[in-house]
């Protein structure tokens, strides 16, 4: 379990985050979603303890960081993957996180093989790609076997092979009873891996939502074309639903669903020629989703100040 409570960060003047409250629970993967810059790393930074906050808190398991004893058994991170000692291996530099953490050796091997890096354990960490240290800041991740684990752009650097691998391996950790979060700019992204989004943007929460009430939140209705559109827009209007006419002759219905519509063109003898539901695409939704805070932010004079 993931609190965050009413976190705030500044850097000099500016709010990196501002009272910033939200809560991820075990199970699913959540995914933290937010544009460059909204405050996405400085969030999880706040949680590893790797940056102090002005005010608020943000806590693993109901404490603070700092008040882990052996961390790495209760939350597991990948925050920047290039951060190891070049001049080390892969096997000895989890080796030392491991004897460090109170974690049996056996782990290593374990981690190395899951996070497919077995073949390339006795090479130093200085020759790695990006993709390979991507790897092996996962396996440092699971090391401990937390219940915890956050994930900052974790796809980085990764190629289609191992965008996949982790995916999946986001999805099992989760389905194991984990607590799993996942930063990205990207929504197509998280479309395929997270189950619940936490989006954010200048720092404060813009939504907390599952994948499917956001991709419903912003549905564009049913274009709707029938020969006789005028009688049919008449007998919808009547039937509740709320109808608006298209460029090109189509009727946009709101309120009512397409099988529902053929139903009604039906009872009425008007003949429909199509009835095609349209989703907004994520994507669509999450950029109407910024906007319309940015909107919001400005009609209210609450932007946060930079
Ligand atoms: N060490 C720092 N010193 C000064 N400003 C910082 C520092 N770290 C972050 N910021 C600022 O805080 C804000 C939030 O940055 P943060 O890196 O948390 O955003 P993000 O959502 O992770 O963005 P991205 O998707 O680009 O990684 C930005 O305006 C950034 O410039």
């Known amino acids: 379990m993931i609190e965050v409570r009413e976190l705030t960060k500044r850097y000099g003047g500016a709010l990196a985050v501002d009272r910033l ?8 993967v959540t995914g ?28 693993v398991g109901g404490r603070p960081y700092a008040a882990l004893r052996r961390p790495l058994r209760h939350v597991g991170a990948l925050l920047d993957a ?14 030392w996180l491991a004897r460090s953490n109170g974690i049996g050796a056996a782990r290593v091997p374990e981690v190395l093989e899951q996070a497919g890096l077995a073949g390339v354990a006795r090479q130093r960490v200085g020759g790695f790609s990006l993709g390979m240290k ?4 996962i396996a440092a991740a699971l090391l401990g076997d937390p ?27 989760a389905a194991g009873g984990r607590t ?27 939504a907390d939502t599952s994948v499917r009430d956001l ?8 274009l709707v074309r029938s020969p006789r559109a005028g009688d049919l827009a ?40 199509e009835a095609t539901p349209r989703g907004a695409s994520l994507e669509e939704a999450y950029l109407r989703l910024i906007e319309d805070a940015a909107e919001h932010r400005a009609a209210t004079g609450t932007g946060a100040s930079r």
């Not at 409250?21 to 699913?28: K, L, T």
């Not at 979603?33 to 005010?55: E, F, I, Q, V, Y």
């Open 234 to 273: 008449r007998a919808l209007a009547e039937a509740g639903a709320e109808v608006t006419a298209e460029p090109g002759g189509g009727l946009s219905v709101r309120g009512m669903e397409a099988p529902a519509i053929g139903d009604l063109a039906a009872r009425h003898g008007i003949p429909l020629h």
């Open 215 to 222: 991709a419903e939140r912003y549905r564009r209705g049913v």
């Open 21 to 28: 409250s939200f809560e991820v629970g075990p199970g699913r």
């Open 134 to 137: 991507q790897r092996l800041g």
């Open 82 to 95: 290039g951060a190891v000692h070049g001049g080390r291996r892969a096997l000895d530099h989890l080796g």
């Open 180 to 206: 799993v979060l996942l930063s990205s700019h990207l929504m197509s992204e998280m479309e395929l891996t997270a189950d619940r989004l936490i989006v954010i943007g200048r720092g404060r929460l813009v």
């Open 32 to 59: 933290f979603l937010g544009p460059n810059g909204a405050g996405k790393t400085t969030t999880m930074r706040a949680l590893l303890g790797l940056c102090a906050p002005a005010s608020g808190a943000a806590l």
């Open 147 to 173: 219940g915890v684990l956050v994930f900052d752009e974790p796809v980085n650097g990764l190629d289609a092979d191992g965008v996949r691998w982790i995916r999946g391996l986001m999805r099992e950790l």
